[in-house]
């Protein structure tokens, strides 16, 4: 399910506390940690056969130190070499020389890319759809939505992976039948409970514990043109997500982070809205507004 878009990017770009962006404060969360582990289903029709990651060892090519050494459930094996500083990892195939992108958590809304799968080097082209934020165990994480895969959309999270798969399209497991991601952990810990995993799954749901914040903390700053600007009075708040509703709930603005320009009030016309703030720790504020 696609959440947390911007209808404003503008707005979003100028945010003063991003939730997932490559400019937040937070350190990104690398994928390929010693303790990682991933477990999932390979769907068909009839049947369902569960699959599990787990990261072996480290070895190195090229004079690389820091390729993981991947294990499948299914006796196959990948090296991935992950760079923290530039937020990729890339996959080397068996007796490819040369390594390919497999994820990239520095793209933006809009881009476009080639995605390498399979040992024979193919090429898919895929465009990034939305790139918002999702609750994790350890709070909030960087999310992409892309296109171009032949089921339709693929989803990436930041130190969990794709929702399939770990190397969902590059595996060998293949698009048909469809892998699915259950859980992921850092060693007996749980981190996600991937959006595709049934009821059924034996994984833990982790929900933000939500905290309500006293109203003081917003202030609403009518403009002179009819905007709003919004404005924190606790420097100690950092807004994970921004959203406007109207009286019966229709949304008309979300946002990650808080917007540092004006909200376009004057466009909305008269009537009652609420602002609604969600911090990074999950706690929620919510305030009510009359445009006249």
């Not at 090429?123 to 990034?128: C, G, H, I, L, Y």
């Not at 698009?175 to 595709?196: E, M, W």
């Not at 514990?209 to 043109?225: F, G, I, N, S």
């Amino acid at each position: 399910m696609l959440r947390h878009f911007c209808f404003l990017p503008l707005l979003c770009a100028l945010g003063a506390a991003p939730v997932a962006g490559h400019a937040q404060a937070r350190p990104y969360d690398p994928l390929l940690r010693a303790n990682a582990n991933w477990q999932g289903s390979i769907h068909d029709f009839f049947t369902r056969t569960p699959y599990s990651y787990v990261v072996a060892g480290t070895t190195t090519v090229a004079g690389r130190p820091f390729t993981y050494f991947i294990v499948h459930r299914f006796n196959q094996q990948f090296l991935l070499r992950e760079d923290a500083a530039q937020r990729r990892v890339y996959i080397l195939y068996p007796g490819d020389p040369q390594e390919r992108l497999l994820y990239d958590f520095t793209l933006q809304p809009g881009a476009t890319f080639n995605l390498t799968y399979g040992s024979s080097a193919r090429q898919m082209p895929m465009r990034v759809l939305q790139r918002d934020s999702v609750w994790t165990a350890l709070g909030y994480r960087t999310r992409i939505v892309l296109s171009g895969s032949n089921l339709g959309s693929e989803t990436w999270v930041e130190g969990v992976g794709s929702e399939h798969s770990l190397l969902y399209l590059a595996d060998g497991v293949g698009t048909d039948p469809v892998p699915v991601l259950y859980c992921a952990g850092r060693g007996t810990q749980h981190l996600y409970t991937g959006q595709y995993a049934p009821a059924t799954a034996p994984c833990p749901r982790p929900l933000p514990t939500r905290t309500a914040l006293p109203a003081a903390v917003l202030q609403l700053q009518p403009q002179p043109d009819g905007s709003l600007q919004l404005a924190l009075t606790d420097s100690n708040v950092l807004v994970a997500q921004t959203t406007v509703t109207d009286a019966v709930g229709r949304r008309l603005f979300t946002c990650a982070g808080l917007p540092a320009s004006p909200l376009p009030a004057q466009r909305w016309g008269r009537g009652l809205y609420v602002v609604s703030l969600v911090s990074k720790r999950g706690d929620v504020l919510t305030r009510k507004f009359q445009q006249p």
